[in-house]
Structures are given as C-alpha cells and as structure tokens.
C-alpha cells in the first residue's frame, strides 16, 4: 500500500537527501511524530513541498530510512518483487547465485543496496533475513515470498533472524525462526570449494562472516609452507583457507570456547589437515605479546572495537597496541593480514594506527595489500557510512 503518513522537514533540512543520502535524523524534522507508529510508511517532503522520498519511521535519532525516491512508485507486493528482482541480477552479474564453487554470498547489502534496514545472507539456497528497522521486519513475509519468485530452484529456505538486531524501543517481541522451508536447510556451504558448517540459529551475525571471503582466499594464495596464527578466529574462516592451500602449520586461537568448537567443526568437513592444525582458546592481545613460537603470517581479526565516535580514541589506540605486538613478534619477511570493521574508524585512521604501531618497535613495514570489502557487500557512493571493512597485508623486514 502506498504510503499516506507525510512527513514535512524543516526549512534547509533537506541537503542531504538531495544528495540521496538515505537518513533523516529527528532533529531535521518539522512534523510531529509522536503518534507515529514504529516502522510507519511515510512520504518526506522538504518545507517547499518537494517529494524527497518513501520510508520507514522508525524511534530515534535516526528517525527515517529512506529506501525510494521517486514518488510514481507505489509501494506495494509489486514494488518489492522488483527491487528483490534487482537484487538477484546484481547478484548473478558478479557471479553469484549459480556457482559451483561458492554458494555463500550477501544478497542485500541494506543502505549498499539501497534497502536500508535489510540484510540477506545465502548459505547454499537458505536465505537469512535479518532486519535492523521494524519496517524492514513488517515486510518479512512478502520479502520471503519474492525471493520465492526471484530465485526459483536456488531457494530452499528462508529463515528470519532480526530477534537480535531489531530496534529496542519498538513494543515487540520478535522470535527467530523459519519462513519456510526448514526441512529443507542444509546448514553448510563453500567458499572457493572450501567447505564450512553454517549455524545461523545460535551463531554470531547471519552464521558467517561473509564480508572476510576475498581476505580469505588471498590469505590461502600467501599460505603454501608456512606456521600460520589466526587470531580473533571465530569459525575458524582464515584457517581453513591457510590448510587448504597447503601451509605447513596453522593455529586458530579465540576466546570462546564455543568459537572454538565452531572451528573443530569446520575441521571435521576436512579430517585430512588435522594433523597440521592447532586450537587455542586464550585472550589474543595477551598470547601475542607473551609468544614463545615464531610465526610466518599473523591474522588480526578482531570485533569492532568501537561502534560510537564517542570510543573512537580508544579504538585507535587499541589497534595500535595489538598490532605493535604482532608486528614486533614477525621476523623478517613475515606478514601480517590485519583488519578493523570499526565504521567509525575511517581506512586513514586505521592506516595511521598501523603506521604508529610500526614506529613505536622500531621495524619497517610494506604494504603488500590494501583490502576492504567484497562487491557483494557494495558501499553506496551516497552512503559513506556502507564501508565499513578495511584491512592491510604487510610485510615486515
């Protein structure tokens, strides 16, 4: 149904959005809207009376997310069917969707796609919604009904995991679980031909961190004969690919137990490289300054470190600390695969953290590779905020 709430921006407010940035913030709007309902389809219009485009209301600073901006568009069963149409050409035009060798990938990258609040994740046919807007959530059915249209025999299930994700002010009580399709979920998959064991019912994000893919095969190209440490390694995503390329030892190391039984699950998919693996539950920033062992290639992986501008000094600071310790620990011609997914901290930030943290051991460093995220998480030129992964490759001597 079309949406009939209006929404009126104050005088000036709506810059932004002529940019086609996809936010209206709380403070930029001149409407009242404290009967507004979570997730409400509303129509912007700048105080002028110009159409700026349809979204959902949602309570916060973030107050609407715009998702379309051409006002002949009715949004209906029939709209969503083509943006989701959209989605899976993307998809198959990057070589996707019909893959023999890789059949875990992100269908829909929220504000990246345009479809700000949705993120879809395929793990060998089942797609996993996980919606981070009540609006987003309210369409979850017809969402799961055009993905049945547009994908046809690739889909096998769909399963909604926005228990986690959606908004805390919202006056529900969501539960995960499936759409359709459970019987029909096979909760494994492959990257590049390397098998993995998905769990997206208890696991962290969607299951997977799909965004590390690229990372991981470049990771394996470096592998071959080398003592390989993967750190922060949650399923055990680098190390499988350090194995498979045929590096001569790798040790996964974590401190969760359970992201270490994730990891012995994966090794159970590839028995033929047990003996060459290692699993080390310990504190990461600890092990790395106490190591007794030489290692060949580093992995620093870690969860974000700050998810507010308010924690971003700390942030900076704590990547320089781990990664002067790994690149202290690396002799000469070692490498070090480092990341942060931190958005508040910018690839400049993160650079200089990497530069601070090599001249305070006093060792040089070359940048082998600058990395980000996959063309199936693409970054909206509209949206900076999309970009969010950025790591080097570096090379101590």
């Known amino acids: ?38 997730g409400t389809l509303v129509d912007v219009f700048s105080a002028e009376d110009i159409f700026l485009g349809h ?18 568009n009715k949004i209906d069963d029939k709209y969503w069917q083509k943006r989701i149409d959209e989605l899976v050409a993307s998809r198959k035009s990057i070589g996707f969707i019909d893959n023999a060798e890789t059949n875990i990938f992100r269908l829909c990258h929220a504000e990246g796609d345009g479809m700000p609040g949705l993120v879809i994740d395929m793990y060998n046919g089942t797609a996993i919604l996980q919606c981070h807007s009540i609006g987003m959530w309210q369409m979850r059915t017809t969402i799961a009904n ?61 299951g997977f961190f799909i965004d590390q893919r690229e990372n991981r095969k470049l990771l394996g190209e470096y592998s071959k004969g080398k003592k390989v440490l ?15 390329h045929g ?36 504190d990461a920033v600890k092990y790395i300054r106490d190591l007794e062992e030489t290692y060949d290639i580093i992995v620093l ?14 942030a900076i600071q704590a990547y320089k600390r781990l990664n002067a310790r790994a690149i202290q620990q690396l002799h000469s011609g070692g490498i070090l695969f480092t990341f942060s997914c ?38 909206n030129i509209f949206h900076p905020e999309s970009e969010y992964l950025k790591g080097l490759v570096i090379q101590v001597y």
Not at 10 to 36: C, M, Q
Not at 154 to 160: G, P
Not at 272 to 279: A, I, P
């Open 247 to 282: 590096a001569k030892e790798v040790h996964s190391l974590d401190s969760s137990k359970k992201a270490i039984e994730l990891v012995e699950k994966n090794l159970d998919l590839m028995p033929e490289f047990r003996s060459k693996h290692q699993s080390i539950v310990a």
């Open 55 to 72: 979204g959902h209301f949602q309570i916060g600073s973030i107050s609407i997310r715009i998702f379309e901006t051409e006002f002949q």
């Open 342 to 379: 931190s958005q508040v901290v910018t690839k400049d930030l993160f650079h200089g953290a990497i530069l601070a943290a090599a001249i305070e051991v006093g060792k040089k460093v070359r940048i082998l590779h600058q990395l980000h995220q996959p063309a199936d998480h693409p970054i």
């Open 146 to 206: 055009c993905l049945k249209k547009s994908l046809g025999k690739y889909l096998l299930a769909v399963y909604d995991k926005s228990g986690e994700t959606l908004p805390f002010k919202a006056d529900i009580q969501p539960e995960n679980g499936y759409l359709f399709g459970e019987e029909n979920a096979v909760k494994s998959g492959l990257e590049y031909g390397v098998s993995f064991s998905i769990d997206w019912e208890t696991g962290q994000k969607t």
């Open 1 to 38: 149904m079309q949406a009939n709430t209006k929404i009126i921006l104050k005088r000036g407010k709506e810059h932004s959005l002529l940019r086609k940035h996809p936010w209206v913030f709380s403070g930029a709007i001149y409407t009242p809207t404290d009967n507004l309902e979570e």
């Open 301 to 314: 992986d870690p969860p974000a470190f700050a998810k507010h501008q308010s924690a971003r000094h700390k």
């Open 230 to 244: 993967n750190t922060f390694c949650y399923s055990g995503g680098f190390s499988m690919f350090a194995l498979k």
